[in-house]
T-cell receptor, first 114, second 110 residues
Framework: GAGVSQSPRYKVAKRGQDVALRCDPISGHVSLFWYQQALGQGPEFLTY????????KSGLPSDRFFAERPEGSVSTLKIQRTQQEDSAVYLCASSPLTSNYGYTFGSGTRLTVV | RKEVEQDPGPFNVPEGATVAFNCTYSNSASQSFFWYRQDCRKEPKLLMS???SGNEDGRFTAQLNRASQYISLLIRDSKLSDSATYLC???????????FGQGTRLTINP
């Protein structure tokens, strides 16, 4: 596609529910990043993939957060046993290079945990 | 202390005014610097990269002071369409990620 596509656009989850957020990067983009943006804050890094390899997951806040990119294209961010503090916008970005240039962000998934 | 710090604002300025944003970063080994723009309920978009010699793109001028670990953005002749949140962004050396500041909210008034 022309841009980074994320789905769903909005997700309301009951506390304790598991959720899965999908990211379709720009075709051919090597690098894929997930960020979490809380209300009134800048995006915070969660994890980074180079093709199918997860090279950095230092930003994942707890072991309830898990990300995968099995075929080096589509990525899924899974949050288990959601809690209210997980409410945020989850942004996916991809880049054609193994660097931070040429970043394109998706529109994000707004997760609300009630 | 946050790795990238910005004045969150909000800044409210009249159309046509000049406005300046500042940002400081804590990691002296940081190697790449950017300003991103984020409209309400939209994704961040790259406004401009910031180079050591300073750079200009139309009405926008970015400056970097490595010694002081300080980045600035100047907007001249501001337009209503400049209303947005401006994010100061740093790429730490050796890391494949971007570190964002909190963002500075700007509103241009007619």
């Amino acid at each position: 596609g022309a841009g980074v596509s994320q789905s769903p656009r909005y997700k309301v989850a009951k506390r304790g529910q598991d959720v899965a957020l999908r990211c379709d990067p720009i075709s051919g983009h090597v690098s894929l990043f997930w960020y979490q943006q809380a209300l009134g804050q800048g995006p915070e890094f969660l994890t980074y993939f180079q093709n199918e390899a997860q090279l950095d997951k230092s930003g994942l806040p707890s072991d309830r957060f898990f990300a995968e990119r099995p075929e080096g294209s589509v990525s899924t961010l899974k949050i288990q046993r959601t809690q209210q503090e997980d409410s945020a916008v989850y942004l996916c970005a991809s880049s054609p290079l193994t660097s931070n240039y040429g970043y394109t962000f998706g529109s994000g998934t707004r997760l609300t945990v009630v | 202390r946050k790795e990238v710090e910005q004045d969150p604002g909000p800044f409210n300025v009249p159309e046509g005014a000049t406005v300046a944003f500042n940002c400081t970063y804590s990691n002296s080994a940081s190697q790449s610097f950017f300003w991103y723009r984020q409209d309400c309920r939209k994704e961040p978009k790259l406004l401009m990269s910031v180079y050591s010699s300073g750079n200009e793109d139309g009405r926008f001028t970015a400056q970097l002071n490595r010694a002081s670990q300080y980045i600035s953005l100047l907007i001249r002749d501001s337009k209503l369409s400049d209303s947005a949140t401006y994010l100061c962004v740093v790429n730490p050396q050796g890391a494949q990620k971007l570190v964002f500041g909190q963002g500075t909210r700007l509103t241009i008034n007619p």
